[in-house]
């Protein structure tokens, strides 16, 4: 081979060679610049959820389970294991619809000691529960395990533990309290403090309460249908001024629920007595 031929050879190859070289370097650059133009990781409209990062949508997103369990779990290692936060216009933090028939909206259990559900009102005089019944549902309904309380309030420093208000139409009770049982109570008014227990503002009315007429010439008066035991005490006072008539006795037949009211002596002619009675315990 002639020096001339080997040198055109040599020439070819290393032209080869720095082609090859400058177009990957070129591909190099390239790459390094897409790269730096791609956006931080982040769903959006359509795209599927990324954890970890913000994910923004213009519409709301379902997920539905068609299988029996739960759709959504979310578990954290230290904090919250969900927060929702209303938008404007006063939109909820959070809401659960009930599944039908008779699905709750929100169930809460608590952990430990830990409570099922706590809220804390905004504001001055946000509320921290509100509940509302149905047309004729219960709006707040509390039942308590064991010997535990079903509803307990705590007021503020100078503020009432509970406050009930009584609808505005009709006789109804701000609160009612009931119990089925035969050794069991209504209301309990409990003052620990040696303090006054039960405090009424305003007439009081009592279905163990009335009055009984005793007309001359008869010395004394039967109250029936009244429920009685034998811890049971019958008050009675006159109420009416006869002349030296006075109520002698009040004597309860706790078998036949009724207690008598005896005179000392009869009214005069054409006048009766008017008893009031009092029954307690």
Request: aromatic share 4%; net charge positive.
């Amino acid at each position: 081979m002639s020096e001339a031929t080997k040198e055109v050879s040599q020439s070819s190859k290393r032209s080869r060679r720095e082609l090859l070289a400058g177009a990957a370097g070129a591909l190099g650059a390239l790459a390094a610049e897409s790269l730096g133009r791609i956006p931080a990781a982040q769903a959006t409209q359509g795209q599927p959820i990324i954890a970890g990062k913000s994910n923004d949508a213009t519409a709301p997103t379902g997920i539905t389970n068609s299988s029996s369990g739960a759709a959504f779990y979310v578990f954290a290692a230290t904090g919250t294991g969900l927060v929702g936060n209303g938008g404007d216009s006063s939109g909820n933090g959070m809401q659960g619809n009930g599944g039908f028939p008779n699905g709750n909206g929100v169930l809460g259990h608590g952990f430990g000691t830990g409570d099922g559900v706590v809220g804390h009102g905004g504001g001055q005089l946000g509320r921290g529960v509100v509940g509302l019944g149905g047309a004729k549902g219960i709006g707040v309904d509390g039942t308590g395990q064991g010997t535990g309380p079903g509803v307990r309030g705590g007021g503020g420093p100078s503020g009432d533990g509970v406050l009930g208000v009584g609808g505005f139409m009709g006789a109804v009770a701000g609160v009612h309290g009931f119990s089925v049982s035969s050794t069991g109570f209504g209301v309990l008014a409990e003052n620990a403090g040696d303090g006054t227990a039960l405090k009424v503002a305003g007439p009081s009315e009592f279905s163990r309460s009335g009055t009984v007429n005793i007309a001359s010439p008869a010395k004394s008066g039967t109250v029936n249908g009244v429920a009685l035991t034998a811890q049971s005490l019958a008050l009675a006072t006159l109420q009416n001024k006869l002349g030296g008539v006075v109520v002698a006795s009040a004597v309860p037949n706790v078998q036949g629920s009724s207690f008598t009211v005896n005179l000392n002596k009869a009214p005069a002619t054409g006048k009766s007595a008017v008893v009031a009675w009092f029954v307690v315990n």
